[in-house]
DNA sequence: GGCGTTGTCAATCAGATGATTACTTGACTG
DNA sequence: CAGTCAAGTAATCATCTGATTGACAACGCC
């Protein structure tokens, strides 16, 4: 069986037909201003004009805003599920998971949109998978409660919740850090040294492995 | 002195002139809609006709959508300012903050919303006042700091960022509570669950008086 | 009671926005 | 090489959105 596309010259020029690379473009392009934005703020023409084709492929691909941004938030979560956790230990997981805010901006920002922008359990596509990510880590907890190490009283859940929401608040409340600070808050010294300082935190509750 | 409006009969029709009644029933409307919206997805006919007068006062008072919002978030910040923090010892103080998604739902929603929609230090008119009121609260945690009550490598500032993204979370991050605990996030059961864990974090990480 | 001021409204506008239509271009097939 | 279908585009549309206009009715003042 020969390849799908045999594509006889490799790449002589640019504007050849393309369909999954301007899918791709479309997609790439809707992460940023819907990230940038959320849903309402996006403009369906500043997507196609950042993917550099015709507003209608939105349509003619995704039948639509909304259609794109389902699609582009199935993307990521399958995206989010391959990225394997860094660390090792779990505070150092969760530098891990500040850090989230160098690497993939977008992805944080996305998923914090996601939250507010959530009315209830359905039309939520992400959902399941990452319900089930999470319960992981929560599972993980519960493990080292019943090790010992993390006091009785403390919920398991509400721990991952917190620990989420610490982790993600150089995007969320970048106000609050500029105005505490004095310095950008997505600058990389400052994510670092909270993400370093969300990782202490962790460890100093007991977290260590 | 006589009373400014005589008002010969105290009430016989509602629908008597009060710009002041009007202006506060647009603005506490233009908090509802841009609590559930935020700014790009609220929209100024809602705001009108959720306060029940034409969407033309909008522009009379406050100049226009963005007038109207810079209006009203000023008028929550003060709101906030005015509102003493509950509560006797930090853990309490933090239960209580946690608490204000149950009794100021839209104040919160309105805050993470500023947060995603933040652009930088300028065009936001809460910034001192909110600066100031968190700036205390880390005076509150160095104090406990420089008392040994707390370890030295610790910022106090990223702590305070961290507890402050801890007791929103029931607001920002509604989507993860729901698949973890498949109940309502933002039921007072829940609410009221979640705070009391973030006050026993709190005491757990050493933040008692 | 007359009169200017001010609060309120209905009607409407210009621009933006997402979607549709009809057309062109390119690639594969027999 | 004709034919067919997929990929892409330009032009246009209907609707929505925030803002404006002009009328007018309630109020304060004399």
């Known amino acids: 069986m020969t390849s799908p596309r045999p594509r006889r010259s490799p790449a002589p020029q ?36 950042r993917a550099g084709v015709n507003q209608q492929l939105v349509s003619y691909y995704f039948g639509g805003k909304e259609g794109l941004y389902r699609a582009m938030s199935e993307q990521w979560a399958q995206r989010r599920d391959e990225l394997s956790p860094p660390g090792s230990s779990l505070p150092e997981q969760l530098r891990g998971y500040a850090m989230e805010t160098l690497r993939n901006p977008d992805g944080v920002r996305m998923f914090a949109w996601s939250g507010l922008q959530w009315t ?38 509400c721990l991952e919740i917190i620990l989420m929401a610490a982790c993600m608040a150089t995007t969320t409340l970048p106000h609050v850090i500029e105005g505490l600070v004095g310095a950008d808050p997505r600058s990389p010294e400052f994510v670092e040294h909270y993400a370093n300082q969300v990782a202490l935190l962790a460890r100093h509750i007991g977290l260590d492995d």
């Open 14 to 49: 640019e504007r050849q037909r393309n369909p999954e690379r301007t899918r791709q473009r479309i997609l790439e392009a809707a992460a940023v201003e819907f990230a940038e934005h959320g849903f309402a703020g996006a403009r369906t023409r500043a997507i196609a004009s």
């Open 120 to 157: 209830g359990p359905d039309d939520d596509p992400d959902r399941d998978t990452r319900t089930q990510m999470l319960g992981s880590g929560v599972a993980h907890l519960r493990a080292l409660q019943e090790a010992g190490r993390l006091p009785a009283e403390l919920d398991p859940v």
